[in-house]
């Protein structure tokens, strides 16, 4: 029998079928530690910002950067890394992501100035862009049938922790180092996740870590560089508008570039492959109605998804008066359910599949209709701020349904030797969702802001978040359908 590696061997029986590896409970632990470390580390920045600001005096675009530079290499380097873990081994890549983003970690938080916590914060977004399509090419090939929807389901509870845990403790620890010593731990906590992670991975990963490519022949050419810098191009191109371009409204001449650069992109994997050459990604993989309509439904639901916690914590903190800790605590409740029927969806996708899709979507229009309506109450003086809480459970519990059985159902038919590039695609879209979502609602509730209260203000982010996850329900329920 077969043993499974982490570059992706599958364990098989004689007679071709599936034989799962014992080792694979102990790699999902060290995966999901990892990314649960990657994603409390976005939750925590943003809860620290004012107090990096104080601490380094950093500019209004010094402190945008502490985000964007994070968000831009991480989107770019995601399909690339992805398809290097699949030609490469998942395991070794995976573990150098850690190293990368521990060490980088360290350097941000002993940044002396703003341009070295910047140039740490493109470093970690490199490493969690090694991390992340790893994690869902390794759950691809280690799992199967419910297995493989129970592991998705650990994944979304350890992504509903991060999200309640992330702000609670970065309050808490800006709390008790003060302005200038509590900024640097919400960076620094991450050391201890990622030395255990890397402990682990080296115990528990099968060999080989890394398969060598070959030294002539094709070896370079299986990582399609050609590909992987004009994808990489043009992901930029298309990102960095919205990230950037309220200050410089000339980047949006970027967009068109990137378009080019995708058409490029696309011309070049075909050509690549009618060469006789393994291309970056298998194109036949957009003809899978549940992968392209999965990516649709990704890609529109995080249009919205991030921006509610956004908004919420604004308008907490600059509308009301409440402390960052205070702001911490009103995603804590709907993060923990979400986190929980993350876990009960994994386990039932083989039995409700896109029903449960279709229902969160739905759930999470409630949760945003009843959260305008406490905002609008509350401007009244007829309900307290603290009612958003229970309105955003809803959100919380809808998250849950939604993004584990989505992630099962739009990998369940792609060709393993693809999951890590497969995976990142559908990342990478999730990241110029959150991207362009981020730059309209902004734009729209500052817009609004200039004019009326906050109250209006958030009510009209609400009102076009909704809009993002009704083109999410539609997708959906048309794959229902069919």
């Given at each position: 029998?077969?043993?499974?590696?982490?570059?992706?061997?599958?364990?098989?029986?004689?007679?071709?079928?599936?034989?799962?590896?014992?080792?694979?409970?102990?790699?999902?632990?060290?995966?999901?530690?990892?990314?649960?470390?990657?994603?409390?580390?976005?939750?925590?920045?943003?809860?620290?910002?004012?107090?990096?600001?104080?601490?380094?005096?950093?500019?209004?675009?010094?402190?945008?950067?502490?985000?964007?530079?994070?968000?831009?290499?991480?989107?770019?380097?995601?399909?690339?890394?992805?398809?290097?873990?699949?030609?490469?081994?998942?395991?070794?890549?995976?573990?150098?992501g850690v190293a990368i983003f521990t060490?980088?970690?360290?350097?941000?938080?002993?940044?002396?100035?703003?341009?070295?916590?910047?140039?740490?914060?493109?470093?970690?977004?490199?490493?969690?862009?090694?991390?992340?399509?790893?994690?869902?090419?390794?759950?691809?090939?280690?799992?199967?049938?419910?297995?493989?929807?129970?592991?998705?389901?650990?994944?979304?509870?350890?992504?509903?922790?991060?999200?309640?845990?992330?702000?609670?403790?970065?309050?808490?620890?800006?709390?008790?180092?003060?302005?200038?010593?509590?900024?640097?731990?919400?960076?620094?906590?991450?050391?201890?996740i990622g030395v255990i992670a890397i402990?682990?991975?080296?115990?528990?990963?099968?060999?080989?870590?890394?398969?060598?490519?070959?030294?002539?022949?094709?070896?370079?050419?299986?990582?399609?560089?050609?590909?992987?810098?004009?994808?990489?191009?043009?992901?930029?191109?298309?990102?960095?508008?919205?990230?950037?371009?309220?200050?410089?409204?000339?980047?949006?001449?970027?967009?068109?570039?990137?378009?080019?650069?995708?058409?490029?992109?696309?011309?070049?994997?075909?050509?690549?492959?009618?060469?006789?050459?393994?291309?970056?990604?298998?194109?036949?993989?957009?003809?899978?109605?549940?992968?392209?309509?999965?990516?649709?439904?990704?890609?529109?639901?995080?249009?919205?998804?991030?921006?509610?916690?956004?908004?919420?914590?604004?308008?907490?903190?600059?509308?009301?008066?409440?402390?960052?800790?205070?702001?911490?605590?009103?995603?804590?409740?709907?993060?923990?359910?979400?986190?929980?029927?993350?876990?009960?969806?994994?386990?039932?996708?083989?039995?409700?599949?896109?029903?449960?899709?279709?229902?969160?979507?739905?759930?999470?229009?409630?949760?945003?209709?009843?959260?305008?309506?406490?905002?609008?109450?509350?401007?009244?003086?007829?309900?307290?701020?603290?009612?958003?809480?229970?309105?955003?459970?809803?959100v919380g519990v809808a998250q849950g349904?939604?993004?584990?059985?989505?992630?099962?159902?739009?990998?369940?038919?792609?060709?393993?030797?693809?999951?890590?590039?497969?995976?990142?695609?559908?990342?990478?879209?999730?990241?110029?969702?959150?991207?362009?979502?981020?730059?309209?609602?902004?734009?729209?509730?500052?817009?609004?802001?200039?004019?009326?209260?906050?109250?209006?203000?958030?009510?009209?982010?609400?009102?076009?978040?909704?809009?993002?996850?009704?083109?999410?329900?539609?997708?959906?329920?048309?794959?229902?359908?069919?």
């Amino acid at each position: 029998m077969d043993k499974l590696d982490t570059n992706g061997t599958n364990s098989a029986t004689p007679q071709g079928g599936f034989a799962p590896d014992p080792v694979r409970w102990r790699v999902l632990f060290v995966l999901l530690v990892t990314i649960f470390m990657t994603l409390i580390s976005v939750s925590i920045v943003n809860v620290a910002l004012p107090a990096v600001g104080h601490g380094l005096g950093a500019t209004q675009s010094d402190l945008q950067w502490v985000l964007s530079g994070y968000a831009l290499t991480f989107g770019v380097v995601l399909v690339a890394a992805g398809r290097a873990g699949d030609i490469m081994g998942r395991g070794g890549l995976f573990l150098i992501g850690v190293a990368i983003f521990t060490i980088s970690s360290i350097a941000a938080g002993m940044a002396p100035d703003a341009t070295w916590l910047n140039i740490a914060r493109f470093v970690q977004g490199i490493g969690s862009g090694l991390v992340n399509p790893q994690g869902l090419g390794m759950i691809q090939h280690y799992f199967r049938g419910e297995e493989r929807g129970r592991a998705f389901g650990y994944l979304g509870t350890a992504i509903g922790f991060s999200v309640a845990i992330g702000p609670v403790l970065g309050g808490l620890l800006i709390e008790l180092g003060g302005p200038d010593i509590g900024w640097r731990l919400t960076f620094l906590v991450n050391v201890p996740i990622g030395v255990i992670a890397i402990i682990f991975g080296l115990m528990w990963f099968p060999r080989p870590l890394i398969r060598r490519l070959p030294g002539v022949g094709t070896g370079l050419r299986s990582l399609d560089p050609v590909g992987a810098v004009l994808l990489g191009l043009a992901v930029l191109a298309i990102l960095f508008p919205f990230v950037e371009a309220r200050d410089t409204p000339a980047l949006w001449s970027l967009l068109p570039a990137g378009l080019l650069l995708l058409w490029l992109w696309l011309v070049w994997e075909k050509r690549y492959l009618r060469l006789g050459h393994s291309p970056m990604v298998d194109l036949e993989i957009f003809k899978l109605h549940s992968y392209t309509r999965g990516i649709s439904i990704m890609s529109f639901y995080f249009m919205g998804l991030p921006g509610i916690w956004v908004l919420v914590a604004l308008y907490v903190q600059e509308g009301d008066g409440r402390t960052a800790l205070e702001a911490g605590f009103f995603g804590a409740p709907a993060a923990l359910l979400g986190a929980y029927t993350a876990h009960w969806a994994g386990s039932r996708v083989a039995r409700y599949g896109h029903k449960m899709i279709v229902f969160g979507l739905c759930l999470t229009l409630i949760g945003l209709a009843l959260s305008m309506i406490v905002v609008i109450l509350h401007e009244a003086g007829h309900l307290d701020v603290w009612w958003l809480m229970a309105s955003l459970c809803a959100v919380g519990v809808a998250q849950g349904l939604v993004i584990s059985p989505n992630q099962t159902l739009t990998l369940e038919e792609v060709p393993l030797d693809y999951a890590g590039s497969s995976g990142a695609i559908m990342q990478t879209g999730q990241r110029i969702g959150t991207a362009i979502g981020f730059a309209l609602i902004t734009a729209a509730t500052f817009a609004t802001l200039a004019m009326t209260s906050w109250a209006v203000a958030v009510t009209v982010g609400f009102g076009l978040i909704s809009l993002m996850v009704l083109a999410s329900l539609l997708v959906a329920a048309r794959d229902l359908r069919t």
